[in-house]
C-alpha cells in the first residue's frame, strides 16, 4: 500500500511561481506512472499533468501547458511540480496520485489507485 504525502502550496501573486512535492513511500514508485490533479472551488477535479514510470515522458493539459513542468526522482521516491506564470484560475487543492498501471501516461482519475491528501495552492491577483 503507498502513501503519498504533498507539500509545497500557499499563497502567491499573480505571476509568481511554486514547486510541489509529492514524497511517495510503500510500493516501488520508480515501476509507476504518477500524475498531478486539481480541483478549484465548486469543480470537478482535473488532470494537469502526468509522468511515466522512468520521467522521461511527461503529458500536460492544455491549461497549463507551457507553464507547469512535472518531473519525478525515482531515487528520492519523490515527484515535483513546478508551477511558473500562475494565475488566479490556478487556484485550488493540488493532489498527487500514483497510477496503478506500470507504463504510459493516464490521465483518468480511474487509472490512480493512490492518492495524497492534497495541498491549497491561492493565486491572489
Known amino acids: 500500500q503507498a502513501q503519498l504525502v504533498e507539500s509545497g502550496g500557499g499563497l502567491v501573486q499573480a505571476g509568481g511561481s511554486l514547486r510541489l512535492s509529492c514524497a511517495a513511500s510503500?510500493?516501488?514508485?520508480?515501476?509507476?506512472?504518477m500524475g498531478w490533479f486539481r480541483q478549484a472551488p465548486g469543480k470537478e477535479r482535473d488532470f494537469i499533468a502526468g509522468i511515466n514510470s522512468s520521467g522521461g515522458r511527461t503529458y500536460y493539459a492544455d491549461s497549463v501547458k507551457g507553464r507547469f513542468t512535472i518531473y519525478r526522482d525515482n531515487a528520492e521516491n519523490t515527484m515535483y511540480l513546478q508551477m511558473n506564470s500562475l494565475k488566479p484560475e490556478d487556484t485550488a487543492v493540488y493532489y498527487c496520485?500514483?497510477?496503478?498501471?506500470?507504463?504510459?501516461?493516464?490521465?483518468?482519475?480511474?487509472?490512480?489507485?493512490?492518492w495524497g491528501q492534497g495541498t491549497q495552492v491561492t493565486v491572489s491577483s
Open positions: 496520485a500514483q497510477n496503478r498501471h506500470g507504463l504510459g501516461i493516464w490521465s483518468r482519475e480511474v487509472d490512480y489507485d493512490y
Open positions: 510503500g510500493r516501488t514508485f520508480s515501476s509507476h506512472p
